[in-house]
């Protein structure tokens, strides 16, 4: 069974820092692209970022390029996300999703960007 | 980056028959596949159509979607209280700053 758990979220002060992981389990991770979706509360959802199996193509939404960075390790099955000069708008629940059609989710994280 | 376009709310009774639409633009629908999730209240997205007309296994068969040009729909048939739920379309997105994924607006179907 696939499973994707995200964690790394939190409260954190505007300009701050915010690094998130997602620990993959149930699939070959290495061999599948993953991305990262945000929903900010009681909207819709928008895609952040996709990472291919090996790092090599990187993709980011105009919203985020330049403050965050998303990474792998295929050896520790997991993603990350780490999130510069936040902003309130990045405010939203972080989900994980498997490969380039988004077939599996994690269950989120949420972080919360305020004073 | 280019979002898109559903309608906000879509609703029947059970049994009935319900369309969503999703329109876009050459970039995106109309040179990649559409994707289309269910998000449940308090729940995780769920892949619901794949490959423009694809169902994972395990979705029912009264999902269905198609693809037109720019344009994609996604049908309901035989309406279920569970299928109450916010529906997103969803595509790749080749354009002059590069590949992204744009999801649609969203759509809220509500079963009366």
């Known amino acids: 069974e696939v499973q994707l758990v995200e964690s790394g979220g939190g409260l954190v002060q505007p300009g701050g820092s915010l690094r998130l992981s997602c620990a993959a389990s149930?699939?070959?991770?290495?061999?599948?692209?993953m991305n990262w979706v945000r929903q900010a509360p009681g909207k819709g959802l928008e895609w952040v970022s996709y990472?291919?199996?090996?790092?090599?193509?990187?993709y980011y939404a105009d919203s985020v390029k330049g403050r965050f960075t998303i990474s792998r390790d295929n050896a520790k099955n997991s993603l990350y996300l780490q999130m510069n000069s936040l902003r309130a708008e990045d405010t939203a629940v972080y989900y994980c999703?498997?490969?380039?059609?988004?077939?599996?989710w994690g269950q989120g994280t949420l972080v919360t960007v305020s004073s | 980056q280019s979002v898109l376009t559903q309608p906000p709310s879509a609703s029947g009774t059970p049994g009935q028959r319900v369309t969503i639409s999703c329109s876009g633009s050459s970039s995106n629908i109309g040179s990649n596949y559409v994707y289309w999730y269910q998000q449940l209240p308090g729940t995780a997205p769920k892949l619901l159509i794949y490959r423009n007309n694809q169902r994972p296994s395990g979705v029912p068969d009264r999902f269905s979607g198609s693809k037109s040009g720019t344009s994609a729909s996604l049908a309901i048939s035989g309406l279920r209280s569970e299928d109450e739920a916010d529906y997103y379309c969803?595509?790749?997105?080749?354009?002059?700053?590069?590949?992204?994924?744009?999801f649609g607006t969203g759509t809220k179907v509500t079963v009366l």
């Open positions: 990472i291919s199996s090996s790092a090599t193509i990187i």
């Open positions: 999703a498997r490969d380039m059609e988004m077939g599996d």
């Open positions: 149930g699939f070959s991770f290495s061999s599948n692209e």
């Open positions: 969803a595509a790749w997105d080749d354009s002059l700053s590069g590949r992204v994924y744009v």
